[in-house]
């Protein structure tokens, strides 16, 4: 299913409005282009997951459109445009009545490969996750602790191979030392999948670190879009209020 | 006979009625299962409809059994040519059961789906199920764990209530508890209420372990498993369905009865009278509650049943009441021909009314014939009376009017306890039942109703006329009864049964012998 365009995914003129009239998207334009990582970064309540559930049409813009691989949202079959997009959510939400193993089978079952072709592919994203499958994939997600969820929320998102994912917070509950351990290693996984991410964090460090662009929400509009360095020389006080959280923390090691 | 006495010498009935019993619990779980929970699941989909239909549920479980038994009875609901609603049995016993076990387990199919945490069923979505896949693989495993609390708890209910379904002869142990309640044998009671409840207990320890498994370690609705066993309940509810609901390809005379010992007794007079004259094949649909047996009649559920005179006049028909007894007959007679297209045959000869009772030796003492004749001694004497005789329209205040009396005292006891007290001397005076069986018994003497204030209560057999069409020898068969049967012979048969616990059937068949070598001479 490919086609010309360079574009994976575009917003325009995008918004959400509440029917009692809060809007929370605003007028949101921007392109991602194929095997991009955009960044979604802003403080909490910003809009960063409602931006997500306009891609894979979990809503629908009230306002403009979400262009998906050239198509309107709103004109996509959302079960098919769902099995496009691996989807990574904030909560996790792993099925607790599932293995780990069957948790991640989930989007190949329902598009009906063969069985043996699911468990292989299964170990291997395991593996790919950084869980050893011989320890994990018969295992209940309660079994597990909320950093190993998070990665097997990665794998199962993964599965079917879809070109565009989106992560939020994937890795919000690891320790620093692993968070940054798995980050390098996500870095080098994009670089060897080339899929199309749209990427949510607050942690300006994690949005540097990954991305080839970054879009600053702040009360549901975009503040700035640009690639890391526009970040760095923006005079905008949200922007110059999260650099200083880089800033300060390595200010604080530094001082005696 | 002690309880455990009475077990084990009726075990092979008592296994019976427990497998009546358990036979109307699941079958009417079973359907209000495959209602309530593809019920519960759409109000989930549609949470606009949950307010009238929960309401609707909840509005089921209060309506009394009796009424809502007696509701259901002159429906006529068919399904591919099979009535699945109306008429006496266990069809209209599993309707009302089932309507009774709805509201718990769409209550529960709803609030357990509802409960699933929403970040799951995001997953779901967001991973690219449909609708479908997100409730079976999903919503329906997790909520599992509370559906089957809902069921628990609609099958304990059942267990308790199903006791209610001998009223329209629908079986399982309630038998017991209503022969025990009307022969006022605690040890028949128990031997109805203890089997059940031990099946309350064992349901629901047995239901409590399922749903302790699903609750825990949730696994996944194997879909081949799911298939193969709601294929098998589907399979196990329409066989059960044709054997219930097919029954009586050849058409018998259906003959009832009300739910006291004395109707049983005069059910099984008409039936044996209509086996021995006409040869026709009987069935007996006895221990009707309330006014069941006149609707079951009207409903063409069962052919004929003795009715007493007064109680068609007022309880049936709503006309005041009318003392003279002849006047009674005719207008019954024609008001059911108008209504009911029901025919009165001739009276059997007795009179169940209020009787006035004193002790025998006082009658002989003071000369008492009639109630006349205690005017003078009342200011000194003290009354019994039942809750019944004191509180209905031709009962105690009319009572006390005609006659001018007035009493040095006035008890309100259970009527059973009424002739105890009488014997016993504690009360001088009480008003029984004409053809109690104690009567006699304990020598009392009933007092002429002299002025008429009572109501005729003549026990005269009613039947459908196109029954009479059909079978014309029933009507004949039966009216060779026609003032067979003395106040004096009914308390007599009412207490071999009563007091000297012999089988309403024996009491029966012994009475109609008797009369038949007292004609034959
Ligand atoms: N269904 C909803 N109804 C009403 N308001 C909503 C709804 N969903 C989200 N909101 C509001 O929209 C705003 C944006 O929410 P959103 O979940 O997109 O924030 P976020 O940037 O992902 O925050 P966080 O970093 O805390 O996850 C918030 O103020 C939130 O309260
Ligand atoms: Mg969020």
Known sequence: MMNGSSIAIAFEGAGLRLPDGRALLTELDLSIARGETLVLLGRS???????????????????????????????????????????????VGLFPHFTIEENVAVVPRLEGWDPDRIQKRVRELLDLVGLDPARFAGRYPRELSGGQRQRVGVARALAADPPIMLLDEPFGALDPITRREIQEEFRSLQRRLGKTMVFVTHDVGEAFLLASRIALLKDGRVVLLGRPADFLASRDPEVVAFVSCLRGAAEVAAAP | MNLWQFLSAHRAEVAQLTLEHLFLVAVSTGIAVLIGVPLGIALTRRPALSRPILG?????????????????????????????????????????????????????????????DPAIREAGRGLGMTDRQLLLQVEVPLALGVIVAGIRVATVIAVGTATIAAAIDAGGLGRYIFRGLRMNDNTLILAGAVPAALLALAADFLLGAVEHSFGRGAR?????????????????????????FHSGAARRIAVGSKDFTEQVILGEIVAQTIEARTGLPVERRFDLGGNLAHDALVAGEIDTYVEYTGTALTAILKLPPLSDAHEVFRRVKSEYAARFHVAWLEPFGFNNTFAILVRGDDAKKLGLKTISDVAKYAPKWRAGFGQDFVSRPDGYEGFVRAYGLKFAAVREMDLSLTYRALADGQVDVIAGNSTDGLIARLGLVQLEDDRR?????????????????????????????????????????????????????????????RKKTAAGG
Do not use: C
Request: proline share 5%.
């Open chain 1, 45 to 91: 309540g910003s809009g960063k997951t409602t931006t997500l559930k306009l891609i894979n049409r979990l809503l629908d813009p009230t306002e403009g459109r979400v262009l998906v691989e050239d198509k309107a949202t709103t004109e996509w079959d959302p079960i098919r445009l769902r099995r496009r997009i691996g989807y990574v959510i904030q909560e």
């Open chain 2, 56 to 116: 609707f549920a909840n509005i089921m479980q209060t309506v009394p059994s009796l009424a809502l038994f007696g509701f259901l009875i002159p429906l006529n609901i068919y399904l591919f040519h099979v009535r699945i609603i109306g008429g006496i049995g266990a069809r209209t016993a599993i309707a009302a059961l089932a309507l009774y076990s709805l509201l718990p387990i769409i209550r529960n199919t709803f609030t357990g789906i509802n409960g699933v």
């Open chain 2, 220 to 244: 996944r609705l194997n879909r081949r498993h799911a298939y193969v066993v709601l294929s098998a309940v589907v399979a196990a509810a329409a066989v059960i369905a044709v054997f219930t």
């Open chain 2, 453 to 513: 204030y009572f109501p005729p209560y003549d026990a005269v057999p009613v039947i459908r006329e196109d029954t009479l069409r059909r079978a014309p020898e029933v009507g004949t068969a039966l009216n060779a009864l026609a003032g067979a049967i003395s106040v004096d012979e009914m308390r007599r048969m009412n207490f071999a049964v009563d007091g000297d616990k012999r089988a309403p059937r024996d009491v029966a068949e012994e009475f109609l012998r």
